[in-house]
Each structure stands twice: as structure tokens, then as C-alpha cells.
Nanobody
């Protein structure tokens, strides 16, 4: 199983980016996705998660109201729409795939990870 993240870049404060993460390989059905990020010198932190059917989504407090996670199972892809970006959102963003867990915020609940995509919010 491989995850390929894309869509990062440099954006001004207040701007938007849409991250994508495509899955390849044999996964079966029923898996959940998560997005995590790691700023320079910081620990990796949870950003958002979505269940298999897409009807349950979860966000860290700083992402609520600004970020939207979604998925397209036919395309085996998860998205993270990020609006009203702030300099503190600057980080490498990682997508992750796991079986689905009540503890969706824990990185240890995800067995597969993408390579990360850099998001830089700066004027």
C-alpha cells in the first residue's frame, strides 16, 4: 500500500490550498484516513480524520471551521481543503490510512503513511 500526497505549496496568509492523497495497492474496504502535520522542531500532530463512508469527520480545534476533509472512494483519494490559512499552519502535512479507530487522533492508529507535502503560509 502506498499513499501519495500532493497539493502543498507557498500561500499568503488568508489563502487556500487543497491537499490530495491517493492510495495505491491492495487495501480492501473500510479504511479511514487521517491528516497530520509536523512543523519545524515540533512533534507530529493530528489535523483531521474521516471514516470510510465519509459521514463522520473529526478535526483538531485549530482546524475547525477552516479545514474540510473529504474522500472519494472511487478514486481512492482523500482531500484536505484548507481555507483562511495562517502562518502557524506552516508544516509538512502527512496523510495516513488505518482501519478506523475511536482514537482517530493517535498516529499509532494508522499503519500507512504518505511522504508528506510542504505547506508554507507566509507573506
Amino acid at each position: 500500500v502506498q499513499l501519495q500526497a500532493s497539493g502543498g505549496g507557498l500561500v499568503q496568509p488568508g489563502g487556500s490550498l487543497r491537499l490530495s492523497c491517493a492510495v495505491s495497492g491492495s487495501t480492501g474496504n473500510g479504511y479511514a484516513f487521517g491528516w497530520f502535520r509536523q512543523g519545524q522542531g515540533k512533534e507530529r500532530e493530528f489535523v483531521a480524520a474521516i471514516n470510510w463512508t465519509g459521514d463522520r469527520t473529526f478535526y483538531t480545534d485549530s482546524a475547525k471551521g477552516r479545514f474540510t476533509i473529504s474522500r472519494d472512494n472511487a478514486k481512492r483519494t482523500v482531500y484536505l481543503q484548507m481555507n483562511s490559512l495562517k502562518p502557524e499552519d506552516t508544516a509538512v502535512y502527512y496523510c495516513a490510512l488505518g482501519p478506523g479507530s475511536r482514537e482517530y487522533w493517535r498516529a499509532s492508529e494508522y499503519g500507512y503513511w504518505g511522504q508528506g507535502t510542504q505547506v508554507t503560509v507566509s507573506s
